[in-house]
């Protein structure tokens, strides 16, 4: 059983596009993170939400944590090919750190 | 400043090898994570240190992977014997102790491949 559920698995968007790609849980968890990983490197942290209906600007990207604190969304606006890579999502819950598969976003020029 | 650095980058080997994986966090940096990532189960934690002890090695798959912490600026990640489900990129982290929002830190990966 997976305890964090991204989705969409892959994505692929024109350049200009806006996109959202999703983290999802049954279980409540104190804190996420958003992770992106380039081919060949090891994932970068993005950012980290707290509190229930947090919501956190970075540039075009828009971070909000559920209300509930069981699910997650990254909203992209006009997205980039500089976006491409795979986005994580982490979780801590009980002291345990769980990552999600990702999802595999490719912007095209 | 130096990120984490893993060695080797890639290694090739036939399965029943031993495979010895290092690691060198941030300097400075309490806690140190090994994880293991594939296509069909992402990122997974094997074990954490902090202050060089192991904390929670619930992640090690079985006994042919071992892993230790010598230092504060050291740690290796071993694969006795090694067989073929073992190929993945493995990473190592690093972060300040205490604060699990504390950013982690990863390195770039060894790429392992068994034959």
């Known amino acids: 059983t997976q305890l964090l559920e991204q989705s969409p698995q892959f994505l692929s968007i024109q350049e200009g596009e806006n996109l959202t790609v999703y983290c999802n849980s049954s279980?409540?968890?104190?804190?996420l993170q958003w992770y992106r990983q380039e081919p060949g490197e090891g994932p970068v942290l993005l950012v980290t939400?707290?509190?229930?209906?947090e919501v956190k600007k970075l540039k075009r990207l828009t971070f909000q944590f559920g209300d509930a604190r069981k699910d997650s969304s990254l909203h992209i606006t006009a997205a980039q090919p500089g976006d491409t890579g795979l986005y994580l999502c982490?979780?801590?819950?009980?002291?345990?750190?769980?990552f999600g598969k990702g999802t595999r976003l490719h912007i095209l020029p | 400043d130096a990120g984490v650095i893993q060695s080797p980058r890639h290694e090739v080997t036939e399965m029943g090898q031993e495979v010895t994986l290092r690691c060198k966090p941030i300097?400075?940096?309490?806690?140190l994570f090994w994880y293991r990532q594939t296509m069909m189960r992402g990122l997974e934690l094997l074990i954490y240190?902090?202050?060089?002890?192991?904390?929670?090695d619930s992640g090690m798959p079985e006994d042919r992977f071992s892993a230790k912490m010598p230092n504060a600026s050291f740690s290796t990640l071993k694969i006795q014997p090694s067989e073929p489900r073992d190929s993945a990129v493995y990473f190592c982290?690093?972060?300040?102790?205490?604060?699990?929002?504390?950013?982690?830190?990863f390195g770039d990966g060894t790429r392992l491949s068994i034959l």
């Open positions: 982290a690093s972060r300040t102790t205490g604060d699990s929002n504390q950013p982690q830190h």
């Open positions: 279980s409540v968890f104190s804190s």
């Open positions: 939400v707290v509190t229930g209906g």
């Open positions: 982490r979780m801590n819950r009980d002291d345990k750190i769980i």
């Open positions: 300097s400075g940096h309490n806690s």
């Open positions: 240190f902090n202050n060089n002890v192991p904390i929670d």
